[in-house]
């Protein structure tokens, strides 16, 4: 196993290449999510127990209860996003013709597979730095950060969340050498 960055690591064997990217931020960070996930499951818990204490017609209610839907639906995301940063990675593996990518936690995540013969334009994403929404995708607080990406039977597929510029460059050439030893 080759250390590849202080989070990447990669196995290269006869017949398969693989690819581990841990999805560490740092301590700072991960107490601060983890902070933010306690905090906004008190603040549901508060609003639970104020709605049982109102009275059954009061309207108040209906309004806790809608809240209550997007709290649990931002409880569910902010909730994945720590375990990510705490024991998330990203596995991506070269063996027999297909590229498989995996974006474990804990042990658990669905795989995807990619034939290679069917991979195209495989390469650094063109990120626009300035936009709100790539600050927001490469922030501690969502699963994201992608820097690869191909196209695959004509859909998209990004791949290298967390990686550094300089990590997503390197790693799309080890990629493709990969890859071109699958065609062959």
Do not use: C
């Not at 202080?6 to 107490?31: C, F, K, N, P, Y």
């Not at 510029?165 to 493709?176: F, K």
Request: hydrophobic share 50%.
């Amino acid at each position: 196993m080759e250390q590849f960055s202080a989070h990447v690591s990669i196995d290269r064997r006869e017949g398969r290449t693989s690819v581990v990217i841990m999805a560490r931020a740092s301590l700072t960070q991960r107490i601060l999510l983890l902070g933010w996930l306690l905090a906004w499951l008190a603040a549901g818990i508060v609003v639970i127990v104020e709605r049982t204490r109102l009275p059954d017609g009061d309207p108040v209610r209906q309004f806790m209860l809608a809240f209550l839907a997007f709290w649990a639906y931002f409880l569910v995301v902010i909730g994945r996003a720590a375990l990510w940063r705490w024991k998330g990675v990203e596995l991506w593996r070269v063996k027999d013709g297909v590229l498989t990518i995996k974006d474990s936690i804990l042990g658990y995540g669905r795989a995807s597979n990619y034939f290679a013969d069917n991979i195209q334009q495989l390469g650094l994403l063109k990120l626009d730095r300035t936009s709100w929404k790539a600050q927001w995708n490469d922030s501690v607080w969502v699963i994201g950060g992608e820097r690869l990406g191909f196209e695959h039977l004509g859909r998209k597929v990004v791949l290298g969340k967390g990686l550094t510029d300089e990590e997503a460059r390197r790693l799309a050439i080890v990629l493709r050498d990969a890859l071109r030893k699958e065609r062959t």
